[in-house]
Antibody
Framework: QVQLQESGPGLVKPSQTLSLTCTVS??????????WSWIRQPAGKGLEWLGR???????NYSPSLKSRVTISIDTSRNQFSLKLNSVTAADTAVYFC??????????????WGQGTLVIVSS | QSVLTQPPSASGTPGQTVTISCSGS????????VNWYQQLPGTAPKLLIY???QRPSGVPDRFSGSKSGTSASLAISGLQSEDEADYYC?????????????FGGGTKLTVL
């Protein structure tokens, strides 16, 4: 059973860097048909994709956040990480990590971690 | 504001069929497949439909998806109280602005 678990500080000060890690269990993060995404959800609002990383280390980022986001992968620890710099209150959200997979020619996110709330406040 | 447009709310009574729409453009729904996610209160989203109308193992066949042009729909037949949740559509977008997964704003389904 594949499981993902987010971890990291729940409170970050404005202008600082938000750092989260997603620990994957039940599958090797190096498996070829997968990629690994970060997605966030402000309270009472919809979902926003931040970016993804492939086992090779190759990344794609949301155009609107590209200048502030870095996603990396550590295959030895079966983890991948998110860094979002210069945060403001608008970055307060529940942050989810999720596996992206290719199946039957289609791609989707499944499963997702339970999510972790990050509040940006002084 | 989400690029994929969904109605903010929908409702139905037990046993009814409810349809939720998702409207996009040529660079996302028009040229890529659509996924649907169900988010129960206080939980993470769960994949419901992928590839327009494929269901992961364990998802009842009461849930079905369709796509036409730059719009997609999720239909839930035989509505049950446990279907009360938020539903999100998603599609890959490959516009000139860059590569991006897009989500709809979500539709809150109420079972009356």
């Amino acid at each position: 059973q594949v499981q993902l678990q987010e971890s990291g500080p729940g409170l970050v000060k404005p202008s600082q860097t938000l750092s989260l890690t997603c620990t994957v269990s039940g599958v090797s993060i190096s498996s070829g048909n997968y990629y690994w995404s970060w997605i966030r959800q402000p309270a009472g609002k919809g979902l926003e994709w931040l970016g993804r990383v492939y086992p090779s280390g190759s990344t794609n980022y949301s155009p609107s956040l590209k200048s502030r986001v870095t996603i990396s992968i550590d295959t030895s620890r079966n983890q991948f990480s998110l860094k979002l710099n210069s945060v403001t209150a608008a970055d307060t959200a529940v942050y989810f990590c999720a596996r992206g997979l290719y199946s039957e020619g289609f791609t989707s996110h499944d499963p997702w971690g339970q999510g972790t709330l990050v509040i940006v406040s002084s | 504001q989400s690029v994929l447009t969904q109605p903010p709310s929908a409702s139905g009574t037990p046993g009814q069929t409810v349809t939720i729409s998702c409207s996009g453009s040529g660079s996302n729904i028009g040229s890529n497949t659509v996924n649907w996610y169900q988010q129960l209160p206080g939980t993470a989203p769960k994949l419901l439909i992928y590839g327009h109308n494929q269901r992961p193992s364990g998802v009842p066949d009461r849930f079905s998806g369709s796509k036409s042009g730059t719009s997609a729909s999720l239909a839930i037949s035989g509505l049950q109280s446990e279907d009360e949740a938020d539903y999100y559509c998603a599609a890959w977008d490959d516009s000139l602005n860059g590569l991006n997964w897009l989500f709809g704003g979500g539709t809150k389904l109420t079972v009356l």
